[in-house]
């Protein structure tokens, strides 16, 4: 399931990311790598602001829909 259906105040685990290797490699850089905690902190029409480790990154949909837990 796509990280974009996640709810606000819910914690999952990454289990894939998908894409090409440019934006898999950006998603890696910002904290996104396979089983990485992620909780989702908010949600405004279709973005997310995430807590990664000890960083809050806001994702678009489209990158959202890249993360699969």
């Known amino acids: 399931m796509p990280l974009s259906m996640a709810k606000p ?11 090409k290797d440019e934006v898999r ?9 396979v ?3 992620v909780t989702v902190v908010s949600e405004m029409a279709g973005n997310l602001i995430l807590q990664v480790s000890d ?6 949909r489209t990158l ?3 993360v699969m837990f």
């Open 64 to 66: 959202a829909n890249r």
């Open 9 to 19: 105040g819910e914690t999952v685990v990454i289990k894939r990311i998908t894409g």
């Open 35 to 37: 089983d990485a905690a």
């Open 55 to 60: 960083s809050r990154i806001a994702l678009d």
């Open 25 to 33: 490699q950006h998603l890696a850089e910002l904290g996104f790598v």
